[in-house]
């Protein structure tokens, strides 16, 4: 361990006070920021030379960015258990026998969330809740169905208390499936994240339908291209946090992102950011990445001895870690500024390509660069279009067209994502917020996914453009929540001051409605 | 063949079921009072009285014709209230093909196309055109029309047509000659043979109270349309008529009818045997 100076350490002790004395946190958001400046003070890894003049400097300079991860990671950010193993055996570290029925199985779930760390200390994924739900609501009518259901629902949102908690359903239609979602358009809640995995023929039309109709009303579920996933992670794979597509039992180790607009920034023009600050920065990030893993897996003693792993709800084998990047458009931007092009993100054919070309490049460096402890993905980290972060500003998420620069016409904005949704297998998407008018033809948004997912996108959200819950970047938030923290009132769910913040900084209000 | 285009939407959530292609045709042989968009009625002659009225330059006008320039325009719609004429100076002469051109950008999203206007079934050779192409490409057509032209008489439009929606304005020929200028004794025997055919996919009426009577109407033509349900649902859609767009001399003197009578004609249609009935 290396030694911080007496400065830092007293920063660290007044940010603690701060964090003590804050009259919005709740205790559990106290709890957690103080393990986190704690954490800060740690100097355990073994850091590549440059890393920290990309890192550690002001936000508008910043090209490596590791999203609060902490200096010596205690466990994987992101953990995906294989819940069907609980249903089936039981958990003997929780002494948990396997539940007999809906009722049983729901309270099995309920303990066995609480165990599951993640980076936020709730779990990020909950499950393939229709599949495994299944065979217990078969004993039930549907209206003690659904009153399980939503006492279950409103537990996990009630004591999950962040939005970056996922659970899945699909692609065949189940009767726990539809239960759920008509609960869940009842309730309206910010958690969990709800993905359907969609793929065309064997997803039918009245269930996808009744998708649409549940995320006009509570901004989920998501589709997911079922199609694309199975063929790049197999069929145990699973949507969790945002959109993150990760195997089943396994997870992702770290997750670290360029800001490709700040690289931008270092560049004399295209030729010297593709030749040698891209190259230079993405260097510097993956061998950062790979001394993260590394800890992870041979000091942190994580994967000897925590239950899941033990048990096998987790394999080390299955896990994997996530390339992330930020702000293709402004990077666009700003290379065409400094060739004197004209032209925006979004709107032009050039910076349509030239952003495809950035892509492939990293996608290529990704390929070349073994990453250790990563055999389920072949030995390489997946890329990510990563969805930002509250105090981003002029940042855009992944290679999303920035808000309020959307083309006109939605097809010629799908036609600009067709380029770059299918280098992502760990997840990008698109968020559009949808007019009211669709209540009455909600084919027309299935439309609309069956072509995006012919043309090879991956994932797209939709919401209400009245609705009190909607999607921020890559979770939900109520408006009202937001409302209640801007006027400094406590929120029980730590991602409503990402969405204050992303509404401030990231005009999310703002999108255009289709 | 040649049609005047007022303007393609390339996705469109109310131009029939799912998303289409809605493309609408510039002319109408109709006057209807509550018209929303009377600029799509008549065709431009090429006055030029609009063009000084551009306040962005997206209009010229050289050699006694009207320019357009698409990509100078903000859409705020100075021009088409500058036009003496009831019409729009960017409407476009395009051949069948180009307008295919037009709507292939959005395959796989669409299932679907609806031509609509102004009147389209003024251009039923461009119509079958662009239909035959349409269905070729496994694409849904759809007709939007205020019934004037006698579809029994053009059987190869209706070949390549799979549904028309039919306005069904006024059922009484005094009231519909009062809100639209003509006689409706071929709108409602197309309704009729359309209905029989399978290809009535909609029968829209709009309500305003006062300027006829709605409810005789809706009796009426539900009464003459029952019968055919059995061939196909046939999905009713009862319009409030909103003064948006409508020109200020009618729209100052047309009602607003409430929500309470709107779901009250929708429950006379539901005792008539409709199903499918949408007030909007």
Same mark, same amino acid.
């Given at each position: 361990?290396?030694?911080?100076?007496?400065?830092?350490?007293?920063?660290?002790?007044?940010?603690?006070?701060?964090?003590?004395?804050?009259?919005?946190?709740?205790?559990?958001?106290?709890?957690?920021?103080?393990?986190?400046?704690?954490?800060?003070?740690?100097?355990?890894?073994?850091?590549?030379?440059?890393?920290?003049?990309?890192?550690?400097?002001?936000?508008?300079?910043?090209?490596?960015?590791?999203?609060?991860?902490?200096?010596?990671?205690?466990?994987?950010?992101?953990?995906?258990?294989?819940?069907?193993?609980?249903?089936?055996?039981?958990?003997?570290?929780?002494?948990?026998?396997?539940?007999?029925?809906?009722?049983?199985?729901?309270?099995?779930?309920?303990?066995?969330?609480?165990?599951?760390?993640?980076?936020?200390?709730?779990?990020?994924?909950?499950?393939?809740?229709?599949?495994?739900?299944?065979?217990?609501?078969?004993?039930?009518?549907?209206?003690?169905?659904?009153?399980?259901?939503?006492?279950?629902?409103?537990?996990?949102?009630?004591?999950?208390?962040?939005?970056?908690?996922?659970?899945?359903?699909?692609?065949?239609?189940?009767?726990?499936?539809?239960?759920?979602?008509?609960? #869940?358009?009842?309730?309206?809640?910010?958690?969990?994240?709800?993905?359907?995995?969609?793929?065309?023929?064997?997803?039918?039309?009245?269930?996808?339908?009744?998708?649409?109709?549940?995320?006009?009303?509570?901004?989920?579920?998501?589709?997911?291209?079922?199609?694309?996933?199975?063929?790049?992670?197999?069929?145990?794979?699973?949507?969790?946090?945002?959109?993150?597509?990760?195997?089943?039992?396994?997870?992702?180790?770290?997750?670290?992102?360029?800001?490709?607009?700040?690289?931008?920034?270092?560049?004399?023009?295209?030729?010297?950011?593709?030749?040698?600050?891209?190259?230079?920065?993405?260097?510097?990030?993956?061998?950062?990445?790979?001394?993260?893993?590394?800890?992870?897996?041979?000091?942190?003693?994580?994967?000897?001895?925590?239950?899941?792993?033990? #048990?096998?709800?987790?394999?080390?084998?299955?896990?994997?870690?996530?390339?992330?990047?930020?702000?293709?458009?402004?990077?666009?931007?700003?290379?065409?500024?400094?060739?004197?092009?004209?032209?925006?993100?979004?709107?032009?054919?050039?910076?349509?390509?030239?952003?495809?070309?950035?892509?492939?490049?990293?996608?290529?460096?990704?390929?070349?660069?073994?990453?250790?402890?990563?055999?389920?993905?072949?030995?390489?980290?997946?890329?990510?279009?990563?969805?930002?972060?509250?105090?981003?500003?002029?940042?855009?998420?992944?290679?999303?067209?920035?808000?309020?620069?959307?083309?006109?016409?939605?097809?010629?904005?799908?036609?600009?994502?067709?380029?770059?949704?299918?280098?992502?297998?760990?997840?990008?998407?698109?968020?559009?917020?949808?007019?009211?008018?669709?209540?009455?033809?909600?084919?027309?948004?299935?439309?609309?996914?069956?072509?995006?997912?012919?043309?090879?996108?991956?994932?797209?959200?939709?919401?209400?453009?009245?609705?009190?819950?909607?999607?921020?970047?890559?979770?939900?938030?109520?408006?009202?929540?937001?409302?209640?923290?801007?006027?400094?009132?406590?929120?029980?769910?730590?991602?409503?001051?990402?969405?204050?913040?992303?509404?401030?900084?990231?005009?999310?209000?703002?999108?255009?409605?289709? | 063949?040649?049609?005047?285009?007022?303007?393609i939407?390339p996705?469109?959530?109310?131009?029939?079921?799912?998303?289409r292609t809605a493309i609408?045709?510039?002319?109408?042989?109709?006057?209807?009072?509550?018209?929303?968009?009377?600029?799509?009625?008549?065709?431009?002659?090429?006055?030029?009285?609009?063009?000084?009225?551009?306040?962005?330059?997206?209009?010229?006008?050289?050699?006694?014709?009207?320019?357009?320039?698409?990509?100078?325009?903000?859409?705020?719609?100075?021009?088409?209230?500058?036009?003496?004429?009831?019409?729009?100076?960017?409407?476009?002469?395009?051949?069948a093909d180009e307008v295919w051109h037009a709507v292939q950008k959005q395959i796989?999203?669409i299932?679907g196309i609806?031509v609509?206007?102004?009147?389209?079934?003024?251009?039923?050779?461009?119509?079958?055109?662009l239909?035959?192409l349409a269905?070729?490409h496994?694409l849904?057509?759809?007709?939007?029309?205020?019934?004037?032209?006698?579809?029994?008489?053009?059987?190869?439009?209706?070949?390549?047509?799979?549904?028309?929606?039919?306005?069904?304005?006024?059922?009484?020929?005094?009231?519909?000659?009062?809100?639209?200028?003509?006689?409706?004794?071929?709108?409602?025997?197309?309704?009729?043979?359309?209905?029989?055919?399978?290809?009535?996919?909609?029968?829209?009426?709009?309500?305003?109270?006062?300027?006829?009577?709605?409810?005789?109407?809706?009796?009426?033509?539900?009464?003459?349309?029952?019968?055919?349900?059995?061939?196909?649902?046939?999905?009713?859609?009862?319009?409030?008529?909103?003064?948006?767009?409508?020109?200020?001399?009618?729209?100052?003197?047309?009602?607003?009818?409430?929500?309470?009578?709107?779901?009250?004609?929708?429950?006379?249609?539901?005792?008539?045997?409709?199903?499918?009935?949408?007030?909007?």
């Amino acid at each position: 361990m290396r030694d911080i100076s007496m400065q830092r350490v007293n920063e660290t002790r007044d940010k603690i006070l701060d964090i003590i004395k804050s009259p919005t946190l709740t205790h559990e958001q106290k709890v957690a920021s103080m393990a986190n400046a704690a954490d800060s003070l740690l100097e355990v890894l073994d850091l590549p030379e440059g890393l920290d003049e990309l890192m550690n400097v002001p936000l508008d300079r910043k090209c490596i960015c590791d999203l609060n991860e902490g200096h010596a990671p205690l466990r994987p950010r992101y953990i995906i258990p294989d819940y069907a193993k609980l249903i089936k055996e039981g958990c003997k570290f929780l002494q948990l026998q396997p539940p007999t029925d809906l009722y049983e199985a729901l309270n099995c779930l309920l303990i066995f969330y609480k165990h599951v760390p993640s980076v936020t200390n709730f779990p990020v994924y909950l499950g393939q809740l229709d599949t495994l739900l299944e065979p217990f609501v078969q004993e039930v009518d549907d209206a003690t169905a659904k009153k399980l259901l939503r006492g279950f629902l409103l537990h996990v949102e009630r004591t999950i208390l962040d939005s970056f908690s996922h659970a899945n359903i699909g692609p065949k239609p189940t009767r726990a499936g539809r239960l759920l979602m008509e609960v #869940e358009a009842e309730l309206e809640h910010e958690v969990p994240n709800l993905t359907l995995k969609y793929e065309e023929g064997v997803t039918d039309d009245d269930f996808a339908i009744l998708a649409i109709k549940t995320a006009l009303r509570a901004a989920k579920p998501s589709f997911a291209n079922h199609r694309m996933f199975v063929q790049e992670l197999g069929e145990d794979y699973v949507i969790a946090s945002c959109y993150n597509g990760l195997p089943l039992g396994g997870g992702s180790y770290t997750l670290c992102r360029l800001i490709l607009g700040n690289i931008a920034k270092r560049a004399g023009g295209i030729e010297d950011f593709k030749s040698n600050q891209l190259p230079y920065v993405m260097d510097i990030m993956a061998r950062y990445m790979d001394t993260r893993v590394r800890f992870e897996v041979e000091e942190s003693g994580f994967f000897e001895n925590n239950f899941l792993a033990r #048990e096998g709800f987790i394999h080390r084998e299955r896990f994997t870690a996530m390339f992330g990047l930020v702000g293709l458009a402004e990077c666009v931007n700003i290379l065409l500024e400094k060739e004197g092009r004209p032209g925006r993100f979004g709107h032009d054919e050039y910076a349509t390509k030239l952003g495809e070309s950035i892509i492939k490049q990293i996608n290529d460096f990704n390929e070349q660069h073994q990453s250790p402890y990563c055999e389920v993905t072949g030995g390489h980290y997946l890329l990510h279009a990563q969805v930002g972060l509250s105090d981003d500003q002029n940042i855009s998420p992944g290679t999303r067209i920035p808000i309020g620069e959307e083309p006109d016409e939605m097809i010629d904005h799908l036609l600009v994502l067709n380029h770059f949704h299918k280098y992502f297998p760990s997840g990008t998407g698109d968020i559009f917020p949808i007019d009211v008018t669709v209540h009455q033809n909600p084919e027309y948004v299935l439309d609309i996914v069956k072509g995006s997912f012919r043309k090879e996108l991956r994932y797209l959200s939709f919401y209400g453009k009245n609705s009190d819950v909607i999607r921020i970047t890559g979770y939900l938030v109520k408006r009202s929540e937001i409302e209640k923290l801007m006027k400094g009132q406590n929120v029980i769910h730590d991602t409503t001051a990402l969405g204050m913040g992303a509404v401030i900084n990231g005009k999310v209000l703002e999108r255009k409605v289709r | 063949m040649v049609a005047t285009v007022n303007k393609i939407i390339p996705f469109s959530v109310v131009d029939g079921p799912g998303n289409r292609t809605a493309i609408f045709l510039q002319g109408c042989n109709m006057n209807c009072l509550y018209c929303h968009n009377p600029e799509t009625r008549a065709k431009c002659i090429h006055c030029g009285a609009c063009a000084c009225s551009c306040p962005t330059g997206a209009l010229s006008f050289e050699n006694n014709l009207i320019h357009y320039d698409p990509t100078k325009c903000v859409n705020c719609d100075t021009c088409i209230r500058a036009c003496p004429h009831g019409s729009s100076p960017k409407s476009t002469d395009m051949t069948a093909d180009e307008v295919w051109h037009a709507v292939q950008k959005q395959i796989p999203f669409i299932r679907g196309i609806t031509v609509s206007g102004g009147e389209c079934t003024l251009y039923p050779e461009f119509l079958t055109e662009l239909f035959t192409l349409a269905q070729s490409h496994g694409l849904s057509t759809l007709i939007d029309s205020n019934g004037t032209l006698d579809f029994e008489h053009c059987p190869d439009l209706l070949a390549v047509t799979d549904g028309v929606m039919l306005d069904i304005k006024a059922f009484d020929s005094e009231e519909h000659k009062r809100v639209t200028g003509r006689d409706n004794r071929i709108v409602l025997k197309n309704a009729c043979f359309l209905a029989r055919e399978g290809k009535l996919y909609e029968v829209r009426t709009v309500v305003s109270p006062g300027l006829f009577d709605a409810e005789r109407t809706i009796i009426q033509t539900a009464g003459m349309l029952s019968p055919y349900l059995s061939v196909r649902p046939i999905r009713y859609k009862l319009i409030s008529y909103r003064p948006m767009g409508v020109r200020t001399q009618y729209a100052n003197t047309l009602q607003i009818p409430t929500s309470d009578q709107m779901n009250y004609y929708a429950e006379l249609l539901t005792a008539k045997g409709f199903k499918d009935i949408i007030i909007t």
